[in-house]
Each structure stands twice: as C-alpha cells, then as structure tokens.
C-alpha cells in the first residue's frame, strides 16, 4: 500500500530527504519492514543521540558533515562519504561535530 509522499519506486538524492533544525535532531523513517528499517537524521552541530544499544546490528553511511560516534567506550570520526557498522547489544552514541546528516539500516534477521 503506497502512502502519500511514497519514495517506494522513485529516485531521490539523500541529502535532501530530511533537513536541519536549529538545536535539535530530526528523523525521518524511509522504510520500515520486519527485516528492518532505514531512517534519515539530521543533527544540528553538537546534538546527537546519547548512549544506548540495540539489540541489532546498524550500518551508519554519513551524507553530510562530520559526527563522532562511540562504539563500546571507542570514538571514531565519520566524515561526509563515510560508513560505521555499530554491532548488535554494544553501547554507542552520535555527537554531530558540525550539521551532520546520516543514513542508519538497522538489520533485524
């Protein structure tokens, strides 16, 4: 069932599915499916998601700026073009260092 504003069968650039808000992180679920979901943030620079983990793996693809993200006490530097897989029940948080835009697939089976 197609709901309005669809991207099921249609192209779109990534960086423009979701935008910036000052001081706040905004989200926007593309796909959602038993196997999955894919979701679009956007951090204003110093926002971010504090730690926690998920009882799945993740694959984080950087669109835009730059992020520090925090896999089980180990902080790594994902620039725009870069990719981090998170591991399933390990703690990780995102701190974006300036507007940072990410694609996370989280993969449940």
């Known amino acids: 069932m197609a709901e309005q504003g669809s991207l099921m ?16 992180v905004v989200s926007r679920t593309l796909a959602e499916k038993t196997a999955g979901t894919i979701t679009m943030f956007a951090f204003d620079a110093g ?10 793996d ?3 693809y950087a669109i835009d700026g730059e992020a520090e993200i925090s896999i089980s006490g180990q902080k790594n530097r994902v620039i725009e073009g870069q990719m981090i897989t998170m ?10 260092v ?8 989280m993969i449940r089976s």
């Open 9 to 24: 069968g249609n192209a779109a650039v990534l960086a423009n599915l979701v935008g910036y808000q000052d001081g706040a």
């Open 47 to 56: 926002h971010g998601l504090s730690e926690h983990s998920a009882p799945f």
């Open 58 to 60: 993740a694959f984080v």
């Open 87 to 96: 591991p399933a029940n390990e703690p990780h948080s995102i701190r974006a």
């Open 98 to 105: 300036t507007p940072f835009k990410m694609l996370l697939v």
